[in-house]
């Protein structure tokens, strides 16, 4: 469910603050614009949680160049019904010259989220969600060593542990639809990663290719509860039109393999990335592919534009036929809220979608790619 957003307003009462006690907006910006962290507040309401206060926010450290700046962002929420979905994602950059990388994430969830089907013909998901809540922790690390200045490699882990609590008015309902993923689970995975990176920045590129291939195998060998393995890959070309005007597209695959997958564990569009304003869990399958692009252009000083479109969907392995593929358009302001290179931007898009009516808002910290 999707929770109505009051963040814009904390926005305009800060702006609305500023010239109030005679801050100009140019001001503003400027001190924005210098810092090496950020915070921001999220406040939103949904039946099932009450309200929800939230924090996103990072901080940039140990800057060897304008690629390998190590870094560490967070985003919690915390309800009204004491339930919770906090994550902590490091980047740190190694040794003499950031020869190692170490990226990764961990995250601790007790949220509700609900299960309307597997496939991509929205008229035969489930007419009504079942709802339910996930408990659930996880990690994922990936350890790589730059064999020149662009290509790198190494390994990579992820563990899951998920315990799905559904209403005993709905159990009934839950266990009748034979898929795996109501009974709890554990992963644990092992793999490796090759990355191809010549991006002139970290976190806002106007030039370059980032390229990776990754491969991840959970296994009853080391204490999986299933036996999948998860395949990825991700392109994305930066082209410098004139001066600060951009183009930017991506292509992304993403495969899950096995016998048995947990529901939770398939693939996935929507969100606020890829395919934004699809509601995220809505399509589900194991296999995913999609493609975006983005203009992007400077509007006035560190405030700047975008203009975007994708297009993908979810498929199953066995059966890779597209019932209706997903598309995906807007538009967005970019607001420049770190110091120097680091370049680290607040996003605000307006979005519209061949799944709902009407548009959908979002506000958040970084680009969509």
Known sequence: MIGKQYTLALVIFGLTFSSVYGLNIDSLLNRFSRLNFYVIPTLSYQTETGNQFGLNGGYYF??????????????QIFTQKQQYSVSLSPRLYLGGGGKWTVFGNISAQNFPTSFLGIGN??????PTAIAYTSRNY????????????H??????????????VVDDSLKF??????????????????????????????????????????????DPIWGSTYNIVQINLDFRQYIAIYEQHVF???????????????????????GNQLLRGVPNGLFRDNVMAAVQGEYRFPIYKVLRGAVFGSSGDVFNSNN???????????????????????????????THTNVDKGFQFFMTAMEAF
């Open 138 to 149: 996880s990690f994922y690390f990936q350890f790589q060593r730059f064999l020149d200045k």
């Open 320 to 350: 890779m036929a597209i019932n209706r593929l997903k598309t995906s358009y807007g538009a967005g302001i970019r607001f420049k809220i770190t110091r120097g290179k680091i370049n680290v931007s607040g996003r605000w898009d307006i």
């Open 173 to 218: 309902k839950a266990m009748g639809i034979h898929v795996t993923g109501w009974k709890p689970y554990f992963l644990l995975g092992f793999g490796g990663v090759i990355t191809y990176d010549s991006r002139d920045n970290l976190f806002y590129p106007t030039k370059g290719i980032l390229g990776s291939a990754s491969l991840v195998h959970y």
């Open 121 to 126: 013909n929205r008229k035969l998901l489930l």
């Open 248 to 270: 930017a597209w991506q292509f992304v695959t993403d495969w899950r393999l096995g016998n048995l997958v947990p529901f939770q564990m398939l693939t996935t569009i929507g």
């Open 151 to 164: 290509i790198s490699m190494g390994l990579q882990v992820a563990l899951r542990s998920e315990k799905p």
């Open 62 to 75: 140990r800057f060897i160049d304008s690629t390998k700046i190590s870094n560490l962002t967070f985003s």
